[in-house]
């Protein structure tokens, strides 16, 4: 069966990217503000943006979505922690 992804799932890595380019202006704009020097304005935006990039791409990539999980498909009934096995 060949399932198409979902507009969000199609759109994630352009969402990554608006938000990496948001913080990059950001920083960009602070240090300008600061410095008066566009050149190392536009440096430290560069960094910021890969950097914010980076790290949201990895924060992403650690996180399960719920119906991949491996105690998804029992209903995690049998693996309860509050339950306590009678008799002990």
């Known amino acids: 069966m ?29 240090v300008v503000m600061g410095t008066r020097e566009w050149l190392t304005a536009l440096e430290w935006a560069g960094i910021a943006f890969v950097v914010a990039l980076v790290v949201t791409a990895m924060l992403l990539l650690a996180v399960v979505p719920k119906d991949e999980r491996p105690d998804a498909e029992h209903g995690d009934d049998e693996h309860r922690d509050d339950e306590r096995p009678s008799g002990h």
């Open 2 to 30: 060949n399932a198409k992804p979902s507009l969000g799932t199609r759109l994630r890595p352009a969402e990554l990217v608006v938000v990496a380019a948001i913080i990059g202006v950001f920083v960009g704009a602070i």
